[in-house]
Structures are given as C-alpha cells and as structure tokens.
C-alpha cells in the first residue's frame, strides 16, 4: 500500500504566511550580509574605475594601438634568430634545471607535511604552512627577490622555479600520500618494518604516477613562467622581449612570441606523450 506524505495544517499555513519559503533560493531577496558585501564589491570597483583614470577615451585607443602592432609585427625579424634561439634555450635551461631541484625538494618536504608520514603533527602543520607561503608569493616576485640576493641572471631565475615548484608540487605530493591506501602500509608495519622501509616500500611506489604527472605539469608551467622571469633581470628570452617592446620593435617582439608559442606548445605534447606513456592508452580511454 502506498502510504502519501501531505504537507500537516501548520506546514501548509507556515508556506500561505511566508509565501517566499516555496522560492528557489536564487529568486529569494537576499540576506543583508549579501547585500553589504555586494555594496561593498561595488564601491571598490567604482573606486577603481575612477582612480586609475579608466576612460573611454583610452579604451577607444585601444584598437588603434593593437593595430599598429599587428602592422608592425609583419613580417617577423628573423635577423636575430640566433640570438634569440640562445636565449629561449636559456629559458628552457632555467625551466628544467629549476624543476628538478624544486621537485627534489618536494618529496622529502612532502613526507613531512603529510599526516599519515610526518613524525610530528606539529612539524606536519609547520611544514604544510612554508609551502602554502611559497605558494602563494608569484614566481616574478620569487625572481625579483632573488635578483636582489644574487644578482642579475638565470641563476635568479632557477631559484624563482624551484621555489615557486617547491611550494606547488609539495602540496600536491603530500595530498597523494595522504590517499595511499591502508592496506600496504599496515601490512608492513604489522611485520615490524621502521618507517623508512615503509615510506620506500610502500608509500612512494603508489605515489609514483602522480609525482610523475605533477612534475611533468610543473615542467609546463615553469616554461611559461621562465618565459617572463627575464623581463625582471632572471635571464632567459624575457631579457629579450622587454627591450623590444620598450624599442617598439614589433616585429622582434612577435618573432619571440611565436617562438615561446611553438616551445610551450611543443613542451605540452611532450607531457602529454609521456604521461600517456606512463599510464598507458587503456587508462585513458573514454570511459563514458
């Protein structure tokens, strides 16, 4: 027998009252602290708006000036191809020397923060907080600093990666290990294995494929970032490109451009071959 659920006479009266209850949230008039915050978003925008001389005018401009670089760029100077090609391999250089040493330093970092490997929760939440702080500080802040410790350089550059990939890939690795199955490690420890055998024997080897696409990513975006570390002084084709927009030198400028496109671009389908590689063409098959 079907029993029917009916609404009881307070229930109906409550909804005749606040005819409201029976609205979907988002046609609801909203709470006052929705409506403070969103005054307040506006304000800020407003105010910025009016400080930093946004005006139409400027915006009209726009198109006229996107058009004199497009004018320019073509054709692309090829002249100082050589050049240039030294320094995007400078760039690259940066990029995967910079990589390594922020991914080495990762996975000991890593076993620290995670709370299935740390020896102490306190040392774990200490450690979590440093990447979290390096994380958060932009890889052009990471050169400008460096700049100032060690001069001008790739070698500003190679530390603003590794920093920047210690704090990224750390966070990442130490999530992997902390979805490391049970099972494994449990069964180790019940055979009085120490904690080192356990974490080799066990928690890296489950680890492996996703430290593998973690590090082939942060080869990415180390690309992309040592790109422009040069533009604040860290080496690599950055150092070229500025003065060529500053000389309004269009044509140099779009020639650096294709050729960071063409690397970058060539970096990800090396990344993605082998990432394929590594978890084979049946893991990435559609699955629905």
Do not use: H
């Amino acid at each position: 027998m079907t029993v029917q659920i009916t609404p009881s006479a307070t229930e109906r009266a409550g909804a005749r009252a606040d005819p409201t209850a029976e609205m979907p949230p988002r046609w609801r008039w909203p709470k006052w602290t929705s409506l403070l915050i969103g005054l307040l978003l506006l304000g800020l925008a407003v105010n910025g708006i009016r400080r930093m001389d946004i005006s139409g005018s400027r915006i009209a401009q726009g198109p006229e000036n996107i058009w004199g670089f497009i004018t320019g760029a073509f054709p692309p100077n090829i002249e100082r191809f050589p050049n240039l090609a030294e320094a995007m391999l400078e760039t690259l250089e940066i990029a995967i020397i910079g990589t390594g040493i922020g991914v080495i330093l990762s996975i000991p970092a890593a076993l620290l923060a995670a709370q299935n490997t740390t020896p102490f929760p306190a040392l774990g939440f200490a450690v979590r907080f440093v990447l979290t702080v390096l994380r958060s500080v932009p890889d052009l802040v990471w050169a400008l600093i460096f700049v100032m410790a060690v001069g001008l350089g790739p070698l500003a550059g190679i530390l603003a990666i590794a920093v920047d990939v210690l704090g990224f890939a750390g966070r990442f690795f130490a999530e992997r290990i902390e979805e490391v199955e049970r099972g494994p490690i449990d069964a180790l420890r019940s055979t009085g294995a120490s904690g080192v055998a356990v974490v080799v024997s066990a928690v890296l080897p489950a680890s492996f494929a996703s430290f593998t696409a973690t590090s082939l990513y942060c080869v990415e975006k180390s690309i992309r970032g040592a790109t422009i570390l040069g533009m604040v002084g860290a080496g690599g084709i950055g150092m070229e490109l500025t003065p060529a927009f500053n000389l309004r030198q269009f044509d140099t400028a779009f020639t650096i451009i294709i050729m960071i496109l063409v690397v970058v671009f060539l970096a990800e389908q090396l990344s993605s071959l082998v990432r394929r590689k590594m978890l084979g063409a049946d893991q990435l098959r559609r699955a629905v």
